[in-house]
Structures are given as structure tokens and as C-alpha cells.
């Protein structure tokens, strides 16, 4: 066995460069990996109490998922302290976010349903002097950032962004 001089080069050869290299991706997919535990301790892959936002406006709020996924089930819920007079209740829904879901149910149901300019309004009858929630069950059939609108004809409006991912 011969012996290795001092100074002389590895049998193995080596790329410093390359080895920099790999070092930052490395490093990179540790920063991402990191984001994804982040991210999900967060709510953001499930339905997590931190994806729930309520956006008072008025004498009305509107409970939805700020996050959710492509196809599965979600709802948007509305919940009125009291209603116009005669007891109808008048709920507006932008053309645009509308189009983005498919409703599979709501209760309860409405008395209408007309296309009035850009909203669609659901009309609902009941007793005038009780609070009132609304629950429209809905599919995303859209990715992306949506803008929603949601508005009560004496209430006010309420707008709010919902992503819906993959």
C-alpha cells in the first residue's frame, strides 16, 4: 500500500462550486418546507378556525372560508339581526362570484331568485321582529382570488376577498 503524500489531491474528485450550489437549494427547500408546516398549522389546508373570517357591516355579518379548495364543499353564511319592513329580506350576490360556485343548497329556501343588473337577489320571507341566517351550501367551480359582494337593500353592503386553491 503506497502512502499518500501530503498535499496531493483526494482520490475522490470535488466540485466546490457545485457543492455551493446544492448547499442553496438545499437551503431553499428547507425555507419552503418550513412554510408548508407554517401553513398548515395555520388552517390554511383545512377547515381550521383561522380560515373562518366574519365581516360585520350593519346590522349583518357574513361568515365564509377565506381559504378553500377547488370542487369541495364550502358555505357562506349570513346572519341578519332583523329584516326590512313586511318582514322580506333582500340578499344581493355579485354576477361574478355567483358564477364562480355552484349552489348545491340553500336554506332556507328562497321565495326568489332574480338577475337584477351585476347582483342576483334572493328573496326570502319570514317573521319581520327575528334575527335570520341564511346558508348557502356551494362548490367552487373557479381557482384563483374571487371578490365578493354581498349586500341587504337597507343593511348596507359587505365586500370580501375568498381564494380558492387546487
Known amino acids: 500500500m503506497a502512502a499518500r503524500k501530503s498535499g496531493s489531491n483526494p482520490p475522490i474528485g470535488e466540485d466546490i462550486t457545485f457543492q455551493r450550489r446544492f448547499w442553496i437549494v438545499e437551503r431553499c427547500f428547507w425555507v419552503l418546507l418550513t412554510g408548508v408546516v407554517v401553513l398548515a398549522l395555520g388552517g390554511f389546508f383545512g377547515a381550521a378556525s383561522p380560515t373562518y373570517a366574519v365581516a360585520p357591516a350593519g346590522r349583518f355579518r357574513v361568515a365564509y372560508e377565506r381559504f378553500t379548495r ?11 339581526s332583523d329584516k326590512s319592513a313586511g318582514g322580506e329580506l333582500r340578499i344581493r350576490i355579485n354576477d361574478a362570484y355567483a ?7 340553500i336554506f332556507p329556501w328562497p321565495a326568489s331568485l332574480t338577475k337584477s343588473g351585476d ?12 334575527p335570520m341566517r341564511v346558508t348557502f351550501y356551494v362548490k367552487p367551480e373557479k381557482i384563483g382570488a374571487l371578490q365578493a359582494r354581498v349586500a341587504i337593500d337597507e343593511a348596507g353592503t359587505l365586500t370580501f376577498r375568498q381564494f380558492v386553491y387546487p
Not at 377547488?70 to 341578519?80: M, Q
Not at 358564477?99 to 343548497?105: I, R, T
Not at 347582483?119 to 327575528?130: A, L, M, N, Q
Open 70 to 80: 377547488y370542487a369541495a364543499p364550502t358555505k357562506l353564511v349570513c346572519e341578519f
Open 99 to 105: 358564477k364562480a360556485f355552484k349552489f348545491e343548497q
Open 119 to 130: 347582483d342576483w337577489v334572493f328573496s326570502f320571507s319570514g317573521d319581520s321582529r327575528s
